[in-house]
DNA sequence: AGGACGACTGCAATCGAGTGCACTCTGCAT
DNA sequence: ATGCAGAGTGCACTCGATTGCAGTCGTCCT
């Protein structure tokens, strides 16, 4: 039967040796220090025995927790599950763990989670979450943290960060659009206040300048979150002012929102207006009519933060490091040529 | 400029009292064997330095962690996230964090994340894995480690479990299918290793005989894993060789199939054929036609399964709980009188 | 022969918080 | 005056693993 708690000097008295010999032997970076003979009676008996260290007693020694807290807005966003489980297996390789947690954009609530995570004394953090001039994300800087920030950029160019080419997404939705006969194109515009938002705003503008086109105030819309009631509010608000042919959401939810309220208006998308999204979550194939949008690589995401992330954890690269990953545009039945 | 790490023997030394005074001060169980003013002194000193207690020092010592691991098979899998959110929020109250873990359902991949799990020495488990004869689960037990099963039932009674009223559903999903004059009604069974499937399998036999019908074998089929594909795979094996002018699946990704092989074959639903799911995942509405199924509390099984698990870490309650959750039946548009 | 070196191993301290035990001191009763 | 209760505080050890330092022993060189 074995013991309940298996410790290292039951280990060390098992192989009849000193605990710090046990250590040593045990690990792969002292195993040289010690005779070859004695690791090897001294791993003998750390398997028969079943031995598993505890990392608690470990990390308070080592000061490091092979943790690594992982921020983001809400787990049932279907655009997280994804990277996050890109970040998990990750580190997993390295026998990390994640710690996550959700903040709900909500500035209060970050500040609470970065308390407990910093009490549980995380090795890094991989944001989700970062605004443009974060609190959350100053303050890990300024005590040399590792962070990485993921989909969403901050302002500094001194943070590594892994995000997909929203520009080039957005230039494929616009050429698209403009290539199937469309020039009154609106958008639906995502909150300023997150980087996305804001980067996909500017590369419409400038997606359509250059096929001289504008995007005039009566053909955009802003959403206050990237929610579909926010969506189908935008939509409506478009369909009351504008002769639009086409209408561009900056991503994938607040198009399932202007779907809705086409369908609340008694339009059909394509017919009546075109509509795309970006991000490419699950079921966007399933819609009516199937989402034309742009194809992020989610897991991948996950799996480069978790790469650098462990890069700056082990020390093995403290360089800052700006993953763009690449696009893909994925045409589905919501687009199609004008009819007016 | 705070100090980087704050101590207890920094607060101690701020207020002129020893660390265990301190210690006894700043805890709330310990708070009266302290003078009140002495302790006043020191509750202000830790404020004013931005005193957090170290948890990995505190675990060594007390052995709790303040952790709960969650094993889920895929967080990509959308029943899982809101579950797992209603478990976070939950935990969150009484400062509680969740270490989330995917198994996909691999036996060995478990193993290895239980022994990840207990290294970190987590107070408890929430298994949303559980199979029948559960090794994992087995070993928990064995070392009386708190543990809650969710969604999954395992076998023993002697096991806390939070689960969605199954029975109910399917009688309901029958019930539906029945008044809507339909009588050959066949099933997409889920893998009967798992409780779910064979739960939701016996039900439907049960629910049919209620009506005096039958589920003979050429209106079954067996799916080998709650995936798109097997539904598909199952429903182009009905089709082949029955007559049925409805079929339940066991959920909703199995339907999803369903309705992806009813396309492949140019036939339409609900005219064709009704289709039910169950679980109500994000996005059921929205599908061509959107499906009727049984929408179980997610979130609240999170909450109760939290709960349960908080109550048994906390010591404040050991008696065994099985929460069984009430269900709702969504009728949509993939259910329609029978045409043949 | 004497010294130097290197390979191993053990000792003891450390990380930060919590807690049993012992001590001091005050106030009150005998 | 002596004793005693009890509140309040400090001391020292504990949790389990890691690591700087010092010691032992054998070998090799001059």
């Given at each position: 039967?074995?013991?309940?708690?298996?410790?290292?000097?039951?280990?060390a008295?098992?192989a009849?040796v000193h605990p710090a010999t046990a250590s040593r032997a045990?690990?792969?970076?002292?195993?040289?220090?010690v005779?070859?003979?004695t690791?090897?009676?001294v791993?003998?008996?750390?398997?028969?025995?079943?031995?598993?260290?505890?990392?608690?007693?470990?990390?308070?020694?080592?000061?490091?927790?092979?943790?690594?807290?992982?921020?983001?807005?809400?787990?049932?966003?279907?655009?997280?599950?994804?990277?996050?489980?890109?970040?998990?297996?990750?580190?997993?390789?390295?026998?990390?763990?994640?710690?996550?947690?959700?903040?709900?954009?909500?500035?209060?609530?970050?500040?609470?989670?970065?308390?407990?995570?910093?009490?549980?004394?995380?090795?890094?953090?991989?944001?989700?979450?970062?605004?443009?001039?974060?609190?959350?994300?100053?303050?890990?800087?300024?005590?040399?943290?590792?962070?990485?920030?993921?989909?969403?950029?901050?302002?500094?160019?001194?943070?590594?960060?892994?995000?997909?080419?929203?520009?080039?997404?957005?230039?494929?939705?616009?050429?698209?659009?403009?290539?199937?006969?469309?020039?009154?194109?609106?958008?639906?515009?995502?909150?300023?206040?997150?980087?996305?938002?804001?980067?996909?705003?500017?590369?419409?503008?400038?997606?359509?300048?250059?096929?001289?086109?504008?995007?005039?105030?009566?053909?955009?819309?802003?959403?206050?979150?990237?929610?579909?009631?926010?969506?189908?509010?935008?939509?409506?608000?478009?369909?009351?002012?504008?002769?639009?042919?086409?209408?561009?959401?900056?991503?994938?939810?607040?198009?399932?929102?202007?779907?809705?309220?086409?369908?609340?208006?008694?339009?059909?998308?394509?017919?009546?207006?075109?509509?795309?999204?970006?991000?490419?979550?699950?079921?966007?194939?399933?819609?009516?009519?199937?989402?034309?949008?742009?194809?992020?690589?989610?897991?991948?995401?996950?799996?480069?933060?978790?790469?650098?992330?462990?890069?700056?954890?082990?020390?093995?690269?403290?360089?800052?490091?700006?993953?763009?990953?690449?696009?893909?545009?994925?045409?589905?039945?919501?687009?199609?040529?004008?009819?007016?």
């Amino acid at each position: 039967m074995p013991q309940l708690k298996v410790t290292l000097r039951d280990v060390a008295a098992h192989a009849g040796v000193h605990p710090a010999t046990a250590s040593r032997a045990l690990s792969e970076a002292t195993r040289h220090q010690v005779n070859v003979e004695t690791a090897r009676r001294v791993v003998a008996a750390a398997h028969e025995l079943g031995y598993e260290p505890d990392l608690t007693a470990r990390t308070l020694r080592t000061g490091r927790t092979a943790t690594a807290a992982v921020l983001i807005p809400d787990l049932t966003n279907p655009l997280f599950p994804p990277i996050v489980r890109g970040i998990e297996d990750t580190l997993a390789e390295r026998d990390f763990t994640a710690l996550i947690a959700n903040t709900d954009n909500d500035t209060e609530r970050e500040r609470r989670v970065l308390r407990a995570m910093r009490a549980r004394n995380v090795d890094g953090f991989i944001l989700l979450t970062a605004h443009r001039n974060d609190e959350t994300l100053a303050a890990l800087i300024r005590d040399q943290i590792p962070v990485v920030t993921v989909n969403r950029t901050a302002s500094g160019p001194d943070i590594s960060s892994v995000s997909a080419d929203d520009n080039a997404g957005i230039a494929a939705i616009v050429d698209h659009l403009v290539a199937q006969g469309h020039s009154r194109i609106a958008a639906v515009v995502g909150p300023r206040t997150l980087s996305t938002g804001r980067a996909r705003y500017k590369a419409i503008t400038a997606g359509l300048r250059k096929h001289g086109l504008q995007l005039p105030p009566e053909r955009t819309a802003f959403a206050r979150a990237f929610s579909e009631e926010e969506g189908r509010r935008c939509m409506t608000e478009l369909l009351a002012g504008t002769d639009a042919t086409a209408v561009v959401a900056a991503n994938d939810t607040l198009a399932v929102g202007c779907l809705d309220a086409l369908r609340d208006h008694g339009l059909t998308c394509p017919k009546d207006m075109s509509v795309t999204g970006f991000n490419d979550i699950l079921f966007m194939d399933k819609l009516t009519p199937p989402l034309t949008t742009v194809r992020i690589p989610h897991t991948q995401m996950g799996v480069e933060s978790a790469r650098i992330l462990l890069d700056q954890m082990l020390g093995r690269s403290a360089a800052t490091t700006h993953a763009v990953l690449p696009i893909e545009l994925i045409v589905r039945e919501s687009t199609a040529a004008p009819t007016r």
